[in-house]
């Protein structure tokens, strides 16, 4: 079985300029969520979606970011336009809802690594 | 709300020592907390969780954590190192199922022969 991908593994592009990175999450799992680690720092959340519903955006640095999540399959964040401090590596994780108060693992893409110069 | 801090951004160990490395959450509501590891050029990959079963969780690679509650710690461990344990190591938090994670910093784990 497929494990969480993402596209691009890497993006280098100037400031002001829009980039769009992608995320499938495992066949099957209705959670997905975005974290975003910022060079030497904690991984932040940055929103959860629950099929195409965005459950908590709570995250989200601003308005320049724009995460969708058509037909609850994968996911796209959008940064536009893309300022110097957008930098780090952006994670998506996926799980699946059983409900009933029972932990689903969250399972990690391997990233992708945003450059804004 | 939660939150979990990593003591040491960096942890050196020799071949076949103890490894330890820190974590102290805050939670409040009881806590869901997990151990990734980051090997280079791969995303996380979880070690062990704790979900309010056993305090003394195992997890792969020889791995344990110990939940206590009355030092707000969870704490890994393993007893020997191996170099291929040299990786980055993140602690987190989640309140609830199904919710967002809480990362601490992260330790970067060297091993030396």
């Known amino acids: 079985e497929a494990g969480v991908t993402q596209f691009p593994s890497h993006s280098v592009i100037e400031k002001g300029q829009t980039v769009t990175l992608r995320c499938d999450p495992i066949s099957g799992h209705d959670n997905l969520y975005w974290y975003r680690r910022v060079m030497g720092k904690e991984i932040k959340f940055l929103l959860h979606?629950?099929?195409?519903?965005?459950?908590?955006e709570s995250g989200m640095p601003n308005n320049r970011f724009l995460a969708e999540r058509t037909g609850g399959t994968y996911s796209t964040l959008k940064v536009q336009p893309a300022e110097l401090e957008d930098s780090g590596v952006y994670f998506c994780?996926?799980?699946?809802?059983?409900?009933?108060?029972?932990?689903?693992?969250?399972?990690f893409g391997p990233g992708t690594r945003l450059t804004v110069l | 709300a939660q939150s979990v801090t990593q003591l040491g951004s960096h942890v050196s160990v020799s071949e076949g020592a103890l490894v330890l490395l820190r974590c102290n959450y805050s939670?409040?509501?009881?806590?869901?907390l997990f151990w990734y590891v980051q090997y280079p050029n791969q995303g996380l990959q979880l070690l062990l969780k704790?979900?309010?079963?056993?305090?003394l969780v195992k997890g792969i690679n020889g791995f344990e954590a110990e939940f206590k509650k009355s030092e707000t710690s969870f704490h890994l461990t393993k007893p020997s190192a191996h170099m291929s344990d040299a990786a980055e190591y993140f602690c987190?938090?989640?309140?609830?199922?199904?919710?967002?994670?809480?990362f601490g910093a992260g330790t970067r784990l060297t091993v030396k022969p």
């Open positions: 704790y979900t309010s079963a056993a305090t």
């Open positions: 987190a938090v989640t309140k609830r199922v199904n919710n967002d994670m809480r």
């Open positions: 979606f629950v099929k195409e519903s965005k459950q908590d």
């Open positions: 994780a996926s799980s699946q809802w059983v409900g009933g108060g029972v932990y689903n693992e969250q399972f």
């Open positions: 939670s409040s509501v009881p806590p869901y």
